[in-house]
């Protein structure tokens, strides 16, 4: 943090600042958007449509709080579930929500967008209600306040599905929640408020056992209105792994070098978690998460810090230890969103709204489960 730093220190770190700026500027100078990206071949880039291919619409509705950049949204969509209606108060990700989407019924932005004000009984009538409720206040990365810390929206999350009645909410969060610490507050504020309607299930799901190349934990509540699809109910099984099941092998799991297209180096590994969301210092263009994380890039030899927006940029500017440079468009992969998936907004938006996303994938995987015990199939 920098009030912690010498004054040595600073004049350092300042230096290394201005001269890779300078590198930079040099570099770039005369790149060009159409250069071939050397080492990386597209052809055998993963392609994240093969883990959810497009189901049949299977004439079920969602409606979405706290949209972000759509990972939910996405994951829902493939799965066969048509879009009612998305709520978000970030301008930015309504964008990206827009732009990729045309069609779809997006509010976002502070008078639109905001959940907390926003007015659900005209959505009766929707099949599901999905959301992540903002995390912040039970990341291992903030203070853990839970339901003292302002951005606790859980109230509003539960308020939306009294007033609509879905058959089936999907809420997500950061297994964070599922803590000890945080044990009377799921009982008081998801629990309690729901369960006299639904039957609530809750568990944690990890990206790469569905062949997100990425090591990411998440934890889902899925609440069931009719006794008889909560009867249903069947939990996501891993398709990804290294274990035998009852039915043969799982697939290997995606690494990130192969599943970027990068040339084999004698090793690989899943990626590290990527930095959630907007935190971190302003307008941050780096995935780090953790210290023990960065050894992992650097073995992988991947360069996770200023990430570029396109992928000739982030070859013509070269990371001086040689490394492979990430592009926007490579961190969007390894969390599962397709090439066609845009973000709007600069390289620390886009970051923003992949580092706060459920890996389309995962959501998929969910979702699918949450349709087989609706529709009885
Ligand atoms: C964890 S992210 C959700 C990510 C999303 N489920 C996905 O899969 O991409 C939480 C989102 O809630 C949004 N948000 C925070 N407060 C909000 C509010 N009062 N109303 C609507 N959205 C809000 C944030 O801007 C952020 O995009």
Redesign the pocket.
């Known amino acids: 943090m920098p009030y912690d730093l010498t004054d040595e220190q600073r004049d350092r770190y300042r230096e290394t600042s201005l001269r890779s700026k300078a590198r930079k500027q040099a570099l770039l100078r005369d790149y060009n958007e159409n250069t071939p990206v050397p080492g990386v071949d597209l052809t055998e880039r993963l392609d994240p449509n093969d883990l959810m291919p497009q189901l049949e619409d299977n004439g079920l509705t969602t409606l979405?709080?706290?949209?972000?950049?759509?990972?939910?949204?996405l994951g829902f969509e493939r799965a066969g579930f048509g879009h009612r209606a998305s709520?978000?108060?970030?301008d930015i990700?309504g964008e990206t929500l827009r732009a990729n989407r045309p069609d779809w019924e997006v509010r976002s932005g502070i008078v639109e967008?905001?959940?907390?004000a926003a007015r659900f009984t005209p959505f009766r009538g929707v099949d599901i209600v999905h959301?992540?409720?903002?995390?912040q206040p039970f990341s291992v990365a903030g203070k853990q306040a839970g339901a003292d810390d302002p951005?606790n929206?859980w109230p509003?999350f539960v308020r939306c599905v009294q007033q609509t009645r879905p058959r089936a909410f999907i809420a997500?969060n950061v297994p964070g929640l599922l803590d000890k610490k945080f044990e009377s507050f799921v009982t008081e504020n998801i629990q309690a408020p729901l369960e006299e309607n639904y039957t609530i299930f809750k568990f944690k799901l990890s990206a790469h056992d569905f062949g997100v190349p990425q090591a990411r934990k998440r934890v889902f509540f899925v609440g069931f209105r009719a006794a008889r699809d909560a009867a249903r109910w069947v939990q996501p099984a891993p398709t990804h792994g290294d274990v035998e099941t009852l039915f043969g092998p799982m697939l290997p799991r995606n690494t990130t070098r192969s599943s970027l297209g990068l040339p084999d180096i004698g090793f690989d590994e899943v990626a590290p978690t990527l930095r959630s969301?907007f935190t971190g210092p302003r307008n941050t263009t780096g995935v780090v998460n953790s210290k023990a994380s960065m050894n992992v890039w650097n073995e992988m030899q991947v360069w996770p810090n200023g990430v570029q927006p396109t992928r000739s940029m982030a070859a013509a500017y070269t990371a001086e230890n040689g490394h492979f440079r990430m592009s926007v468009d490579d961190c969007a992969l390894l969390q599962g969103f397709p090439a066609e998936w845009r973000f709007s907004g600069a390289v620390y938006q886009a970051l923003g709204?992949i580092g706060?996303?459920?890996c389309p994938p995962v959501?998929y995987a969910v979702a699918r489960q949450v349709a087989i015990a609706l529709l009885g199939e």
């Open positions: 979405s709080l706290f949209s972000g950049g759509g990972g939910l949204d709520f978000e108060i970030l990700c967008g905001d959940v907390r959301g992540g409720p903002p995390c951005r929206m509003d997500e969301g709204q706060n996303s459920v959501a």
